[in-house]
């Protein structure tokens, strides 16, 4: 006779160690979206008030709230667009030049030059801006004006200073140029070999080899870079704050000493003197750059997930 | 009756000319030789007072382009005139981008120097200073103390929470928080110093609060993401063989990231999280609302305003006195000392993956 002995089926032991390791673990994760969600609440909560304010509580003479935020919201914009038209261009340049043109033992050390300007201080940017790029570029600004007035852009009179939108731009293309070009040079090294090999064994000289290879897989890869160097111009405060002379309007002009302000640069200008509604007003513009800056983020990081998806690079 | 048969010359379609092999080179000395001639000219006939550099340089690129593109389009055909073309202008897009590098860092250096090297830019506060002399111990031991305060909190989060990521995460926990993070690295500056502000003014009831501890709650906001994904990469470097054999000599899970992951990647994990202080160290606008700016000594992290060196940077600039050149020498030496922290910073983060990292592989 045997006799048959029930088994439990084989558990592993419960540890307090693995129970209380991983518990933290989550805990920390889930933090994380506990404090982008508080990010949302407090400001939405103290910007409330912003929103049924009086005139007499804007600065300057903005009826309501979106009145006052519209030229705001469209300076940050402008620049950030102008930031970008200088940038990318350059950016895909100089990834190319790292990924395809300089001899392979050079381009680590040639990368690392550019992530040097990424961990410049905001702040020595806008004193470089201040200091050194706008008197650089004044007399330029003039002769501009001078020969290229008929053209609205460049309509005068041109700023004495050299404190324009324009100026700020440049100094936003140099900061945005290392996120843009580390992120470009990363997916122009992840072009599969096999293509550019195929393509310059079928004749095509290098360029046609980047033209029809590289670019085309990077394609993706360059507007999701540009979409996170955008979210970046959007919120730089400092550079801007200190090499513009604001008036919050909305104009087009690039030269002139009339310049239309970013909604992080009036933050910075007026909130170590704001009291009262003023304080939730500037809250609430913070609000609306929150709101841009992740709505353009999720978007950019949309795209580089969907084509991590099928091609394994990121 | 006899043909004559006349050589014909031999010509392949296939082959084209090609120009010397050192002639790009020779092209771009010739057309800055050239440019520079014309400068000159412009300056011996009276029309300009000093020989313009920066012009001859920019022009005598740009007629090398041109240059090069007619040269070979007329030796070696269209399409290695493009080549060609596009070979010089990537490389000025480069040299384009160094050149502000280097102006912004000769321009500190030089700039910063004279009030950097008085005896009491470190030893001494802005308190009852106009005018020159003072310095800025103040900010220094602010920016310390703040930064320090917030890779306190930072790590423990950013770590673990990149642990729960690669060890422990399935699913849609996961999967929204590498996406947020994601998102998260992107928010503005200043955005983080409104949330601290906002949450501090309701919790104590003050709307006009300051004081160091916010200023580390904002920088911690901008740091969690960059350790979180740092991090990561790190710890997805490690061989799964490592975690297998712990598993397999009976090791509980959370020692054997403990004991066997943690320790394989820590020099990863080092190297980011330096990297990631000094992208925080340099932030000025979240300071600027929470922490707001003093001329006096403040070691207490959680009463009144506090003083950080990019925040001092920006008032010495922003609030000058009558005695100008005073207030921006120090606004340059200040920014200054900042760059030299976060260089440093880099270079020992680079140091330390490049020393210590393990050897993967063969």
Not at chain 1, 217 to 240: C, D, K, N, Q, Y
Not at chain 2, 25 to 30: A, F, G, Q
Not at chain 2, 89 to 111: E, M, N
Request: charged letters at 10%; a positive charge; hydrophobic letters at 55%.
């Amino acid at each position: 006779m045997t006799t048959i002995v029930a088994r439990d089926t084989i558990r592993a032991p419960q540890r307090a160690g693995d129970r209380i390791f991983s518990t933290a673990t989550v805990v920390a994760g889930s933090l994380i979206l506990a404090v982008l969600a508080a990010v949302a609440a407090f400001l939405l909560v103290q910007s409330l008030p912003a929103f049924v304010a009086t005139p007499a509580d804007f600065k300057g003479d903005a009826a309501n709230f979106w009145a006052y935020v519209w030229p705001l919201a469209f300076g940050t914009l402008w620049s950030a667009l102008l930031a970008l038209l200088i940038a990318i261009p350059l950016a895909i340049g100089i990834a190319l030049f790292i990924s395809h043109y300089a001899p392979r033992k050079l381009a680590q050390g040639l990368g690392y030059i550019i992530d040097l300007l990424a961990a410049v201080p905001s702040v020595v940017f806008g004193l470089w801006g201040i200091g050194v790029l706008a008197p650089l570029l004044q007399p330029f600004y003039t002769s501009l004006v001078e020969w290229f007035g008929w053209i609205p852009l460049f309509a005068g009179p041109v700023s004495g200073t050299g404190r324009t939108i324009l100026t700020v731009s440049i100094v936003l293309a140099v900061m945005v140029l290392p996120i843009i070009t580390a992120i470009c040079r990363e997916i122009f090294l992840q072009t599969p070999v096999l293509y550019e090999e195929a393509s310059l064994a079928l004749g095509a000289t290098r360029w046609e080899m980047i033209a029809m290879a590289v670019l085309p897989f990077g394609r993706s890869g360059i507007i999701s870079a540009s979409m996170l160097g955008l979210g970046r111009a959007l919120g730089e405060t400092m550079a801007v704050a200190m090499v513009l002379s604001p008036s919050p309007q909305v104009i087009f002009a690039l030269l002139t000493s009339q310049n239309p302000t970013t909604i992080a640069a009036n933050i910075a200008l007026n909130f170590p003197e704001a009291h009262g509604t003023g304080v939730n007003i500037l809250l609430a513009t913070g609000l609306v750059l929150f709101v841009i800056t992740l709505a353009v983020n999720m978007v950019a990081r949309v795209i580089i997930n969907r084509r991590k998806a099928f091609s394994g690079a990121n | 009756m006899s043909t004559t048969t006349v050589a014909v010359p031999l010509t392949n379609s296939l082959t084209a000319g090609k120009l010397p092999r050192h002639s790009g080179p020779v092209v771009l000395l010739v057309s800055w030789l050239v440019t520079a001639a014309v400068f000159l000219i412009v300056q011996l006939s009276g029309a300009s007072t000093s020989f313009n550099v920066a012009g001859t340089l920019f022009f005598g690129t740009v007629l090398y382009c041109i240059a090069i593109y007619l040269l070979s389009f007329f030796v070696e055909g269209v399409r290695k005139a493009k080549d060609r073309l596009v070979t010089a202008l990537v490389t000025a897009a480069f040299v384009i981008a160094l050149l502000p590098l280097i102006s912004l860092v000769a321009t500190t250096v030089i700039s910063g120097l004279p009030a950097f090297l008085t005896p009491t830019f470190f030893t001494s506060s802005q308190r009852n200073v106009v005018g020159p002399g003072g310095g800025a111990l103040h900010a220094v031991i602010g920016t310390l103390l703040i930064t320090g305060l917030a890779t306190l909190i930072s790590v423990p989060i950013g770590l673990l929470s990149a642990i729960y990521l690669t060890e422990y995460g399935r699913g849609r926990l996961a999967r929204a928080i590498t996406f947020f993070v994601d998102v998260m690295t992107g928010i503005p500056s200043i955005v983080a110093g409104l949330f601290a502000f906002a949450l501090f003014s309701l919790l104590f009831n003050d709307p006009g609060i300051r004081f160091g501890f916010g200023g580390a709650i904002a920088l911690s906001v901008l740091m969690i993401p960059v350790v979180v994904r740092s991090s990561e990469e790190m710890l997805k470097l490690v061989p799964n063989e490592l975690r297998e054999a712990a598993y397999a000599l009976g090791v509980p899970k959370w020692l054997t990231i403990l004991k066997v992951v943690l320790p394989t990647s820590l020099a990863g994990i080092v190297t980011g999280i330096m990297i990631s202080i000094s992208r925080v160290i340099g932030e000025t606008a979240p300071l600027l609302i929470i922490s707001g700016f003093t001329a006096s000594m403040n070691y207490d992290l959680f009463n009144e305003r506090m003083m950080t060196l990019p925040v001092f940077v920006y008032t010495q600039y922003a609030n000058q006195g009558t005695d100008t050149q005073a207030y921006l020498d120090r606004a340059w030496a200040g920014a200054l000392t900042l760059i030299l922290i976060v260089m440093v910073l880099n270079a020992l983060a680079r140091l330390i993956a490049k020393l210590f990292s393990p050897k993967l592989g063969r």
